[in-house]
Structures are given as C-alpha cells and as structure tokens.
C-alpha cells in the first residue's frame, strides 16, 4: 500500500476527537434543542459519515474542519440536522391517545359546534402518526357529514418529510391498521414484490407538509388550533427548551383545544395553561 492510501486509511479510522465532538452537540442543540451526551459520541460519528460521502470527505474530523472553520456549515446545516435526528414513528402508537380522540375528543369539538376541525402534528416523521390522525378523522366526519377536517404536519428533518409527503409505507408498518381502515384508505402497490402500501390520494389530500424548528422563537402556524400532538420529541430536550416548546404549542391552541404528549413526557414543574383531562393529554383552559 503506497504511502498516500496508508494516510488516506489511517484518517479515515480516526475517531472523533472529544473537541469535535463537543462542538457538535453544542451546534446540535443550539439549533435543534437535541441533547447529545458523551455517550451519542459513536453514534454521532457513524451518523455523519454519509454526509461525509457526499462531501468527499473521509475523515470524521476533516468533517469538523470543513462545517466549523471552512465555512461549510450554513449549506450544510439542514443535512446535517437530518442525520442526526431519530425518526421512529409507527402507525396506531400509543393507541390510547386515538380512542380518546374517538370516544371523547372529537365528540366534545362537535358538541361545542366545531364544523372544522384543525389538528397540527408537530414532529410528524414519516408520517405515520398524522395518516393515523386521518383515519380517525375521516371516520368521526364521514358519520356526521356537517364536519371537515385538516391536518398540519410539521418536521425539522426534510428527508422524512419527503417521506411523510409521498405516503408510502412498508408493509410491515401497517400490521397496527385493522383490516377494515386498510380496504377502506390504503393502496397496495401493483408490483407485489415492492411489499408496501400508500396512503390513497383523497386521504393524502387532507394533510398539508412543512419544515418546522420547535426551536424558532415563533412558530408560522395558525392560531386556534383544535388539536396538537406533539408526542416522544420533548424527551430529546432539556427542562428549560421543553418549557419553551410547550408555551409556544399552547399559542397555538383555540380555548378547550388538546393538546398530546408522549407517554414518557411530562408537564410537572412547567407553568402552562392548560389542564390534564386523561394520561398524557391536556386541555387548552
């Protein structure tokens, strides 16, 4: 091996250096209020070697160089944000929260003379949570035909977004969608050997996409908002950011509007206007 490709090897296993990576994860959660304790470090690392690629980069710590001292971070920014962020979602998670919108929340909106009602999924991932949000709506609406619906969807990582957009999902997602709600709002695709399902497009048509930073001082969305979930993101933030994020969501809430967290968030210690009405969910006072 010459001399050049042993360097070439030797940068490429090198680890990321505790300065780097505290410059990261300072930057990480300045801009996105995820937390990165020493123990992401590995993580961190493998996370950026695909934007790594892109650049024609092949060593971690040139990476550092080039976004800190090169001047690569503010094209880079987005991509960056997007490797890092942890996306898991499924359709139907924490069910509880959908048969209380079925059994309780929606009824109350309609009882108190909503026609349209307005929900924000505001960490929205790719998208299983608000096409779950979708199913629920169109069920409760399609049975009164006198309601409406739309449904925000709202993330900071544009690849998922992407994702979320083109409603299309693996077929191992949707064993939580019963029988009945798959005939009635999913596609199968036509090349069974793709082995995935979309989202069919009237469905679709019910939600609108955007970029969104919960750690933007104010938020480009509508006020009054009837619903707002905004479920297991919190738990990536410190106390003082929660505090901030959950203040602006409730800005967004119309008086008697829901607002869902995740099962492990809580709202003990936060000064907010609302009031906790089941496990996880709050009312707009």
Not at 3 to 17: I, M, Q, T, V, Y
Not at 83 to 98: G, I, L, S, Y
Not at 177 to 196: G, I, N
Request: net charge positive; with cysteine; aromatic share 8%.
């Amino acid at each position: 091996m010459s001399r050049a490709a042993l360097a070439e090897s030797s940068a490429e296993r090198e680890p990321l250096s505790a300065r780097n990576f505290q410059r990261l994860a300072t930057f990480i959660q300045d801009y996105s209020g995820i937390k990165m304790p020493p123990n992401k470090r590995t993580m961190l690392e493998g996370r950026l070697r695909r934007r790594m690629r892109a650049n024609g980069i092949l060593a971690v710590n040139d990476y550092c160089r080039f976004l800190f001292e090169e001047g690569g971070l503010e094209a880079e920014t987005i991509h960056l944000i997007d490797a890092v962020t942890t996306n898991k979602t499924e359709f139907f998670r924490e069910p509880v929260h959908f048969d209380y919108l079925l059994a309780q929340g929606l009824p109350a909106l309609a009882a108190r003379g909503k026609r349209d009602i307005r929900v924000w999924s505001a960490a929205c991932s790719t998208g299983a949570e608000p096409y779950t949000l979708a199913m629920i709506l169109d069920e409760f609406c399609q049975a009164r035909r006198d309601l409406d619906y739309s449904i925000l969807c709202t993330d900071i990582c544009t690849e998922v977004l992407g994702q979320a957009i083109a409603g299309r999902f693996p077929e191992t997602m949707i064993e939580p969608v019963s029988m009945s709600r798959r005939q009635r709002y999913l596609l199968r695709a036509r090349d069974a050997s793709r082995a995935e399902v979309r989202v069919k497009p009237e469905l679709r048509a019910k939600l609108s996409f955007a970029r969104l930073n919960l750690m933007d001082e104010a938020y480009p969305v509508e006020t009054g908002l009837d619903i707002v979930f905004c479920r297991n993101i919190l738990i990536y933030f410190d106390k003082a950011t929660q505090a901030k994020v959950l203040r602006r969501l409730c800005d967004h809430l119309a008086p008697g509007g829901y607002l869902f967290l995740g099962h492990s968030e809580s709202i003990v210690g936060i000064e907010l206007p609302v009031t906790q009405i089941a496990n996880t969910v709050f009312q707009r006072r």
